[in-house]
């Protein structure tokens, strides 16, 4: 009984995420209002589900017992479209991305088809099957709702892992979008999905009074998080750009692509050249395209330039400088005043995190020890 009300207590927790993501979308319209319908979604499926546990209402209304079939399988696709949105891709509503609705829209024709050729003498006992999970249809519905939930999953963390390796291609500093805490939810659900019904064998109807049980944690991380940090759920402006310019790079590209080894040899000394004089890397906002406009060159091409001719990714490269950078000032006596995290910020780094573990990446030891080792040394 007490799953029962916490699940019908989920509904009005959940309700209020929606509310709040749809009503906040003026930054990223995209992304909360798919994570604002995901919400939405989940509360009205608790709600269909539990109304009919805690109740006879179903018994009055026969014909609601499958209204929420057919939208359950929008759950992955909203999570996923939401973690696309939210690492900077555009969702078309056209072509492949419309397959996407076909199982919701198959599963609500199916049954309420079924429900039109069974006779009002026998509803009653249908009913009765589908809630006691003794009706055939049950298993095999609930089969391919976890499997559809389970793949919209693994994608949606395929998808961030590709949006995290690409993130050294475009940005200097990349550890606050890094999506550490999306990643963690993910993962989490992923593993959920895959320990509970294989350890209690629940691929059924009883799967279902365990979900509040894992929505309440996820839920309240997530309510917490936009509340303490609403700079979160904005989308990655630079980012964004980057992946709708996408296609049209790749046009460019063809066009420079027999021309590209010259320009590499002849723009190394140029690039080397910039670095040390001007020293760009000193701004921990830097990103590709700054450092390209500054160069007057596309910033696909200056990546590829680093790629073939340096063979370091953009976020190696400049961080390459600002660790040698680091290195002179962690052992200059003009900067012997600063702390060692004061002297990660001087270098260009945006954290203390962020600039012990680039340091210790490259120099093998933490900025301290590398200090130390050298002034005994004098």
């Keep these: 009984m007490i799953f029962n009300w916490i699940g019908f207590g989920s509904v009005f927790f959940l309700l209020g995420l929606a509310i709040f993501f749809l009503k906040n979308r003026h930054n990223n319209a995209g992304s909360n209002l798919y994570l604002g319908l995901l919400f939405l979604l989940q509360a009205l499926s608790n709600f269909h589900f539990f109304i009919f546990r805690l109740s006879d209402f179903i018994n009055h209304f026969p014909y609601l017992i499958h209204l929420s079939a057919g939208f359950r399988f929008l759950w992955g696709v909203l999570l996923y479209f939401f973690v696309q949105t939210f690492t900077g891709k555009t969702i078309k509503y056209q072509g492949k991305t419309l397959l996407h609705f076909i199982p919701a829209i198959v599963a609500t024709i199916f049954f309420y088809g079924k429900l039109f050729f069974i006779p009002m003498s026998e509803i009653q006992n249908y009913v009765d099957l589908i809630k006691a999970d003794k009706h055939p249809i049950n298993r095999p519905y609930h089969i391919l709702l976890y499997l559809s939930n389970v793949a919209y999953l693994i994608a949606s963390l395929v998808e961030l892992l590709k949006y995290r390796l690409a ?24 593993i959920f999905h895959f320990v509970l019904p294989l350890g209690y064998g629940l691929l059924t109807i009883k799967f279902f009074p365990y979900v509040p049980l894992m929505q309440l944690p996820i839920l309240s991380f997530v309510a917490w ?105 962690l052992v200059a006596s003009e900067y012997e005043h600063l702390t060692l995290e004061g002297i990660g910020y001087e270098c260009g780094f945006n954290s203390k995190s962020s600039f012990y573990a680039v340091f210790k990446k490259y120099v093998n030891q933490t900025p301290a020890e590398y200090r130390k080792e050298v002034l005994l040394a004098v």
Excluded at 184 to 190: H, K
């Design 225 to 329: 998080k936009a509340y303490s940090q609403p700079e979160l759920f904005n989308t990655l402006e630079t980012f964004s750009e980057e992946m709708t310019d996408k296609e049209n790079r790749k046009l460019d590209e063809q066009k420079v692509l027999v021309s590209l080894p010259a320009l590499d040899d002849n723009f190394a000394n140029t690039l080397l050249h910039f670095m040390q004089e001007n020293k760009p890397y000193l701004n921990a906002e830097l990103t590709i395209k700054m450092l390209s406009d500054d160069l007057g060159i596309p910033s696909y091409q200056l990546s590829k330039i680093l790629n073939q001719h340096f063979q370091k990714n953009f976020f190696d490269f400049v961080n390459t400088y600002r660790v040698e950078e680091a290195k002179l000032k």
């Design 167 to 190: 993130l050294t291609t475009y940005f200097s500093n990349i550890e606050k979008l890094r999506l550490v805490w999306l990643f963690n939810i993910l993962l989490f659900l992923v």
